[in-house]
Structures are given as C-alpha cells and as structure tokens.
C-alpha cells in the first residue's frame, strides 16, 4: 500500500526514495489490494501450499471495504462537484477539496462504492454454490471492482494525470485487460456455466440421451 505511491509523477526526480515510500507513502486501497495478493502467492510458495484460497476470502474483503469507505466518506473530499440531486455538502476544514472551501454539491463517490461492496457481498454469498472451480469467485470479484473503480474514478476528486484520467485508473488499465483475457478463458472453458444458466445447473455439453420405443438408446 505504501510503495503505491513511489511512481506517483512520471518524472522520477519528484518521486519519493523507497525508505521514504514505505514509511510515509500513499495509503492506496489498490495497492493495499496488489500488496496483499502479491503477498499471498509469496507465502503459498515458500510453504508449498498449492490450493487457492481467494474465494474464501472474496466476501470478506467486499464487506470490509463497504465499512472502510464510511470512513473515506467522513473523513476525505467527497467527490466532483455535480448538480444531481443527491450531491453533498462538506466541511471547508476537509483537506485537499476546492469544492469544500466554495461550498459546491459534490458526488458522495465513497458511498457509491460502499453500495457497491454491499451488492457484491451479496452476490458473492449468492454465486459460492454456482462457482465450482476454485478461485472463480475471487477472480469474478476482481474483475467487477476493478470495472467499478475504474468508472467511479470519474465521480472521485482525485487529479487527472493524462488525457483525463487518474493515477488509479492509469495503474488499473494493464489489470483490466488481464482481467478480461483471463475471464474470457474462463467462460469459455464452462467455469461460469452454472452461474450463468437460469437455474444455477450446469448446461449439457451434447443432448441428454433418451430410450427408444425399442429399448435402445438414441441422441
């Protein structure tokens, strides 16, 4: 999560050391994300534990950041300023938020978020029974949020870096396209099938085979 923010500029002068990183760099949820996964295969290899664990872990992780982005909300600018009925007010004492100061109506960007992890804690609930292949579920998760993130960045007040777009979503564009091939393979393989099928069952490769009047089997 600290070093996220190492490569902040492109200009590698501006960029903290890495001792300076770790100690005091960036507090990205995207990072802390990246971190921890990296984290996780590190350890599964120097164990030599081979099974996939992510999607135990899938509905834990939407519901803590659905609580952890209250605290965003309360706390850190809420958003771009927007003239939509549900815009917000915030204090002026919010650091780093022009829109603060002027008093301007902004998207509640963090609360989006926590609907979201809120119906993707239920969907992932929903979805363990039809995900047989392990680590689906997860990865289904990965793919959703960083979708998510990535369009909810336009609502964010974080700044544009190039062509109108943000630090987060530059760093989520190489993820997103790994993202995609990965769950295009998967889909093609039939690990979605029963997810996908109208009562959760697995769909037939070839016609179900039925008896003739004779006693003999046919397709």
């Known amino acids: 999560m600290r070093l996220s923010g190492w490569a902040e500029h492109l200009d590698p002068a501006l960029n903290p050391g890495l001792v300076e990183a770790w100690m005091f760099g960036a507090r990205s949820i995207l990072g802390g994300l990246t971190g921890a996964y990296v984290g996780v295969l590190v350890a599964k290899r120097l164990v030599g534990y081979r099974e996939r664990t992510g999607d135990l872990f899938a509905p834990a992780v939407a519901l803590g950041m659905a609580v952890g982005r209250i605290g965003c909300f309360l706390t850190e600018a809420p958003g771009r300023p927007t003239s939509l009925p549900w815009g917000v007010h915030a204090p002026a004492t919010v650091p780093e938020c022009p829109g603060c100061l002027s008093g301007q109506a902004m998207h509640p960007s963090y609360l989006y978020e926590t609907v979201f992890q809120l119906a993707a804690f239920g969907a992932l609930l929903w979805a363990r029974s039809r995900v047989d292949r392990p680590g689906e579920l997860f990865t289904l998760y990965l793919g959703a949020y960083a979708l998510f993130r990535f369009l909810v960045e336009f609502t964010r007040a974080n700044e544009t870096v190039w062509l109108d777009l943000t630090r987060p979503q530059w760093f989520l564009v190489p993820g997103l396209m790994l993202l995609a091939v990965r769950l295009g393979l998967g889909y093609r393989k039939g690990f979605y ?27």
């Open 193 to 219: 099938d029963r997810l996908l099928s109208r009562r959760g069952e697995r769909r037939p490769l070839l016609p179900a085979a039925r008896l003739s009047p004779a006693g003999e089997e046919e397709r």
